[in-house]
């Protein structure tokens, strides 16, 4: 598990914004799609943590086809981010399905 994944399950968006905008483009993706022992991304473990701010700081971060790649990411149980949102996580997430919020 990285610093991202443990600031995303946390709700530290600011922290978030911190550690990504410190890297360089490359390596910004690469850690996007880390994955921890579930094989969750930082996006998962935001949005199974119902941080909506952190899920933006992650989403927001990348292009429209960055975003859709990480939306499509699967965990050990084949679930995506928004397969295991609830509630208003799922609004949040249509926007960036939707191509609405490109970072």
């Known amino acids: 598990m990285t610093a991202l994944h443990k600031a995303a399950q946390r709700g530290h968006a600011e922290v978030i914004k911190a550690i990504l905008s410190s890297l360089k483009y490359s390596d910004k993706l690469k850690l996007h799609r880390t994955n921890d022992y579930m094989k969750r991304t930082p996006l998962h473990e935001a949005v199974f943590s119902d941080h909506r ?17 990480l939306l499509t990411e699967q ?8 397969e295991m949102a609830s509630g208003e996580m799922l609004d ?12």
């Open 75 to 82: 965990e050990w149980y084949g679930k995506t981010a928004v």
């Open 92 to 103: 949040v997430l249509a926007e960036y399905e939707n191509g609405c919020n490109e970072g």
């Open 53 to 69: 701010e952190s899920v933006k700081a992650i989403l927001d971060s990348l292009t429209a086809d960055q975003q859709t790649q």
